[in-house]
């Protein structure tokens, strides 16, 4: 009885975000910055990346079940929740080698990565740059060019940058926030071809919301130029998918990480 309740207690700790939990909270200085990054649980290691303008708490669910089978490595990016960024520095690329250089640091040569939005961008970059540190790679809601998104959310992004440039300069001495970084970012990039696409032969699974940041069209061709990649369409879901859906998500990503890994084929078979 005291074990279930401690149990629940520790859940519903968890599903709010709360900082005193039973998590390792740890600091490594990687590529110049501080990397604040948490760990919980025990088993394989597993890379969990939040999305742009979040932190690793964002995503306490995926921490709680995840962690009751593997050892979750849950970073802030860099300029977020506790990390630190001397300056404009965000990018994909950039932001995937700090999660080489964290590798390194906690001693993992090669994990599952799982990550969300901004985070399921950095696996990409991860799975083209550096594919023998990935196991699994799972991804949701990713896009691979910032015209993925949806209509709605790419004229929003337009407006609000339009509106960016226009206070810089009115203050172009004030360093811009995070946000106008973000919306920078966001507005720029990532530019994967398909031809790179082509090229990852991690197993990865691509998932997102049915109504989410993506487009379904733009999902079903990041999932086409995967090969061999597995898509899931989560129904009644938005881009805050693993939020509103969690207990469907999470139990689909570890069934995707459980299923026995392909065998390896050689360059003929490619």
């Given at each position: 009885m005291r074990r279930s309740v401690t149990a629940v207690l520790i859940g519903t700790l968890l599903a709010g975000g709360c900082m005193l939990l039973p998590?390792?909270?740890?600091?490594?200085?990687?590529?110049?910055?501080?990397?604040?990054?948490?760990?919980?649980?025990?088993?394989?290691?597993?890379?969990?990346?939040?999305?742009?303008?979040?932190?690793?708490?964002?995503?306490?669910?995926?921490?709680?079940?995840?962690?009751?089978?593997?050892?979750?490595?849950?970073?802030d990016a860099r300029s977020h929740g506790a990390s630190t960024d001397p300056g404009d520095t965000l990018s994909y690329h950039v932001m995937a080698e700090d999660m080489v250089a964290l590798l390194d640091h906690v001693r993992v040569g090669r994990a599952d990565i799982v990550g969300w939005s901004d985070g399921a961008i950095v696996g990409l970059d991860l799975a083209l740059h550096h594919p023998?540190?990935?196991?699994?790679?799972?991804?949701?809601?990713?896009?691979?060019?910032?015209?993925?998104?949806?209509?709605?959310?790419?004229?929003?992004?337009?407006?609000?940058?339009?509106?960016?440039?226009?206070?810089?300069?009115?203050?172009?001495?004030?360093?811009?926030?995070?946000?106008?970084?973000l919306r920078h970012l966001w507005l720029t990039q990532p530019r994967f071809t398909l031809a790179e696409l082509r090229t990852i032969r991690v197993p990865t699974l691509v998932a997102v919301g049915d109504h989410d940041w993506p487009s379904i069209e733009h999902t079903i061709e990041l999932s086409r130029a995967i090969r061999g990649s597995q898509l899931c369409v989560i129904p009644g879901s938005s881009h805050a998918v693993l939020r509103e859906r969690a207990d469907l998500a999470n139990e689909i990503v570890l069934q995707f990480l459980r299923e026995p890994m392909p065998p390896e084929r050689s360059p003929r078979q490619m």
């Amino acid at each position: 009885m005291r074990r279930s309740v401690t149990a629940v207690l520790i859940g519903t700790l968890l599903a709010g975000g709360c900082m005193l939990l039973p998590i390792g909270r740890h600091r490594a200085a990687v590529n110049g910055i501080e990397i604040s990054y948490l760990v919980y649980g025990h088993g394989p290691p597993l890379l969990l990346m939040h999305g742009g303008g979040g932190r690793a708490l964002s995503l306490p669910r995926q921490i709680w079940d995840f962690g009751r089978h593997y050892r979750v490595i849950a970073p802030d990016a860099r300029s977020h929740g506790a990390s630190t960024d001397p300056g404009d520095t965000l990018s994909y690329h950039v932001m995937a080698e700090d999660m080489v250089a964290l590798l390194d640091h906690v001693r993992v040569g090669r994990a599952d990565i799982v990550g969300w939005s901004d985070g399921a961008i950095v696996g990409l970059d991860l799975a083209l740059h550096h594919p023998d540190r990935v196991r699994k790679l799972v991804l949701f809601g990713a896009n691979f060019t910032p015209e993925g998104v949806n209509a709605a959310t790419l004229t929003w992004l337009r407006a609000a940058s339009a509106a960016d440039s226009a206070a810089r300069a009115h203050d172009p001495v004030e360093p811009p926030s995070l946000d106008v970084r973000l919306r920078h970012l966001w507005l720029t990039q990532p530019r994967f071809t398909l031809a790179e696409l082509r090229t990852i032969r991690v197993p990865t699974l691509v998932a997102v919301g049915d109504h989410d940041w993506p487009s379904i069209e733009h999902t079903i061709e990041l999932s086409r130029a995967i090969r061999g990649s597995q898509l899931c369409v989560i129904p009644g879901s938005s881009h805050a998918v693993l939020r509103e859906r969690a207990d469907l998500a999470n139990e689909i990503v570890l069934q995707f990480l459980r299923e026995p890994m392909p065998p390896e084929r050689s360059p003929r078979q490619m």
